[in-house]
């Protein structure tokens, strides 16, 4: 089993942001940071802009990025062993092999390049919920600690890998662990249908609960909230991690396990949400094609 993070490092502050959260979660863990950076070179190779020294001047800025990424991490974590991976190709498509030695990714929300309006970057979006380990993608540090992890759970197997992840993350840094599960009626439905919603509410409360009751058995130390809530799962999520250090959600939820790329829920939230965010991949995910 192989037990390293991986952070992606593109020199932007987003970047390096992630490396400081690489590096505290890697001393939690007790394994090493290894700090991958790629150089993006075929765009210049096209016939009409011949321009070797371009992949020269970029594989030698990438190097210096790569010297500065092992030192923020080592002066935040000076016990952590951290390796430097200087690699050529895809970005998205070379951080997904190496996840393939690590049992973490992460990366910044947002790196050197995009539009100004954009929350989420095309690398981030192209590796959350794509590989089989937790993608960590890293907003920028709030000024207080909350003490509080948010799991989002829908009451069905798929998001058991989240929740694992959240609880050994609520264990390893004594945070409360918040589970929001956020039920609605069909839309369909709600117009003019009329229910005992109290009975409806407490059946989905006992829906919640009985996903967490094996988990709670296993991590007796964690203090877990379980949030029932009657919204849409992307404003309980948002919300709730405007108060929490982490937000963790599964990649699919219970409806859209057939699709390749991430559920709305997921997909949502990493847009949404202001918070550092890890997904994790649900049970049962299709593989996706490599790109
Ligand atoms: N070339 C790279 N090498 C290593 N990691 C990278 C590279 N590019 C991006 N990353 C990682 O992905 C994160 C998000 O960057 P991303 O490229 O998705 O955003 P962006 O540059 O703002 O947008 P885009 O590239 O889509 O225009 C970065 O903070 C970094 O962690
Ligand atoms: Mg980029």
Redesign the pocket.
Same mark, same amino acid.
Request: charged fraction near 10%.
């Given at each position: 089993m192989p037990d390293l993070i991986v %952070?992606? *490092?593109? @020199? #932007?502050v987003?970047?390096?942001? /992630? $490396?400081a959260w690489a590096a505290d979660d890697a001393f939690r863990m007790h394994v090493p940071l290894r700090n %991958? @950076? &790629? *150089?993006?070179t075929w765009p210049y190779q096209v016939p009409q802009i011949p321009a070797p020294e371009w992949d020269e001047a970029l594989i030698e800025n #990438?190097r210096k990025v790569l010297a500065q990424a092992e030192e923020i991490a080592r002066e935040r974590q000076p016990t952590i062993e951290v390796s430097t991976e200087l !690699?050529t190709g895809t970005? /998205?498509a $070379?951080?997904r092999e190496q996840a393939g030695d690590a049992i973490e990714l &992460? &990366?910044?929300?947002? @790196?050197? @390049?995009?539009?100004a309006g /954009?929350v989420?970057? #095309? $690398? #981030? !979006?192209? %590796?959350a919920g794509q590989v089989p380990v937790p993608v960590v &993608? %890293?907003r920028p540090r709030a000024a207080v600690a909350h003490g509080e992890i948010v799991v989002g759970l829908d009451g069905s197997p798929t998001c058991e890998p989240a929740l694992a992840y959240a609880f050994r993350q609520a264990e390893l840094r004594g945070s409360t662990l918040r589970a929001v599960y956020a039920w609605a009626l069909p839309f369909a439905l709600a117009a003019g249908f009329s229910c005992d919603f109290e009975a409806l509410r407490e059946a989905q409360q006992r829906v919640a609960e009985e996903q967490l009751a094996s988990w709670r058995e296993r991590y007796p130390q964690v203090k877990v909230i379980a949030d029932v809530r009657c919204a849409h799962p992307v404003d309980a999520l948002a919300a709730a991690g405007d108060r929490a250090d982490l937000l963790v959600v599964g990649s699919h939820g219970r409806s859209a396990i057939g699709s390749i790329v991430l559920g709305s829920v997921s997909r949502g939230v990493l847009h949404h949400a202001h918070c550092t965010v890890t997904v994790v991949r649900a049970k049962d995910a299709p593989t996706p094609a490599r790109r």
């Open positions: %952070v992606g *490092v593109d @020199g #932007s987003p970047g390096f942001d /992630a $490396v %991958v @950076g &790629v *150089v993006e #990438s !690699m970005p /998205a $070379v951080l &992460v &990366v910044g929300g947002r @790196g050197l @390049g995009g539009f /954009a989420l970057g #095309s $690398v #981030s !979006m192209n %590796v &993608v %890293v």
